[in-house]
């Protein structure tokens, strides 16, 4: 008897030629995030829309627990379980399912088999083997049938190579695998939206390069870090992560010294575009993902979002735009990033922020206090400051 997983994917984008590109990629990373297994799961062949896990030794329930958050939170998974593996001999089955769960039989209210026979040339149809299991567990513990809505569910698939049988279908995070949708960089602050919105592109299959600006030495370092375990936390979906760090206290005061006060938030987003725009070319990326949501803050408007756009020609990906507040709360609770992302830390761009910040940028007036500034020289002192980690 051997144990495998299988990994089921979305199908429904992945037709013809690129069904192969799509399964690779999320193998190659199912086989990266479960490295730590080793000799242990041996990854065998692909079939249809899933890829199939072969557990060699017997994993111990931790190990198991481990596996399952690791492949539910891999994006291009639709849902995953893990069978045993038997011939498919009726007799051999039905023994099986006898013995799968004991426990679960006995405390489920109520139960149903599902089978389905993939090999046309079985002994028997999906129907009888059904019936033959159900009736089989009903005589051994009494439990009664329920086809609509059962506690319990066996699952039967009958192969050419053997059946399979299981009772727990796990949820994937759907979407597509990371990297078949090419490059992006995030703009990560430390606050809560930009790490939704970077695992939101991820879920897209966008493979992520994130960018943080900070003000030290006037703000503290503390949030460098914050934003290192922010990133941290997100190679849960994306295994490596590489992110850049560049000071914009320059800048800041360059704006705080010759521009209209009430323009610094904006002004101070045209750079940080731009800078983001340099790492986007040196990564081979081709859009911007940020985690503005409209109208949330002041330069959240729809004048400001377009006075900051035009200095990139890059694709703006903004996945939080229409979203609430609370729902990108629950969403950075489920992805783990909220508990960090509301510990104290000194905002960047709340350095330097005016009373009466405008809310209503004009272009015409915006581009005039923008030449008032030295654009070459001060991105060329901060690209020349950047630092890069590599997140895994
Ligand atoms: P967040 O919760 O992500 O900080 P926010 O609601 O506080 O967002 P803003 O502070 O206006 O909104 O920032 C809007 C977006 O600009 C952020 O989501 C992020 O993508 C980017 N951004 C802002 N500050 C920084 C920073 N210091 N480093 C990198 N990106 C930043
Ligand atoms: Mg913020």
Redesign the pocket.
């Known amino acids: 008897m051997k144990e495998i997983i299988s990994v089921n994917f979305e199908e429904i984008y992945l037709k013809g030629q690129n069904q192969k590109f799509f399964a690779d990629v999320l193998r190659d990373q199912l086989k990266t995030k479960l490295k730590t297994f080793g000799p242990k799961l041996h990854f065998a062949h692909r079939h249809g829309g899933s890829i199939f896990i072969e557990v060699n030794e017997n994993l111990e329930p931790d190990e198991w627990e481990s596996i399952k958050k690791i492949i539910s939170q891999t994006p291009g998974v639709t849902g995953f379980y893990k069978a045993l593996q038997i011939p498919a001999d009726k007799d051999r089955i039905i023994e099986t399912a006898l013995r799968l769960d004991e426990e679960k039989i006995l405390k489920a209210k109520s139960f149903r088999v599902t089978a389905k026979r993939l090999d046309k040339t079985a002994a028997f149809t999906s129907r009888e083997l059904a019936a033959d299991v159900g009736a089989a567990i009903v005589q051994k513990f009494g439990t009664k049938v329920d086809l609509t809505r059962p506690d319990y569910t066996i699952y039967i698939k009958v192969r050419k190579d053997g059946a399979l049988i299981y009772d727990e279908m796990i949820p994937g995070i759907g979407g597509l695998p990371v990297g078949t949708s090419g490059k992006a960089v995030?703009?990560?602050?430390?606050?809560?939206?930009?790490?939704v919105?970077a695992f939101m592109a991820m879920t897209r299959g966008l493979e992520v390069t994130a960018?943080?600006?900070?003000s030290v030495p006037k703000t503290s370092p503390q949030s460098i870090e914050k934003?290192k375990a922010l990133a941290k936390k997100l190679t849960a979906f994306q295994p490596k992560l590489k992110l850049y760090i560049i000071p914009?206290l320059p800048i800041q005061q360059a704006i705080a010294r010759h521009t209209d006060s009430k323009l610094r938030?904006i002004l101070l987003?045209r750079f940080?575009y731009m800078l983001a725009t340099k790492i986007a070319e040196q990564e081979s990326a081709k859009a911007l993902?940020?985690?503005?949501?409209l109208g949330?803050?002041a330069?959240?408007t729809l004048e400001n979002l377009m006075a900051i756009s035009e200095v990139t020609s890059l694709f703006l990906f903004r996945p939080?735009i229409a979203l609430d507040k609370k729902y990108i709360i629950e969403k950075a609770r489920e992805i783990g990033t909220y508990d960090i992302?509301i510990q104290p830390h000194d905002?960047?761009?709340a350095l330097f922020t005016p009373k009466r910040p405008e809310t209503k940028a004009k272009p015409d007036y915006v581009r005039k206090e923008w030449n008032r500034l030295d654009v070459e020289q001060l991105l060329k002192q901060a690209m020349q400051s950047v630092k890069i980690f590599e997140i895994q």
């Open positions: 995030a703009l990560l602050s430390g606050g809560i939206d930009s790490p919105a960018v943080h600006f900070h934003v914009v938030l987003r940080m993902i940020t985690g503005d949501s949330q803050v330069s959240q939080l992302s905002d960047a761009c």
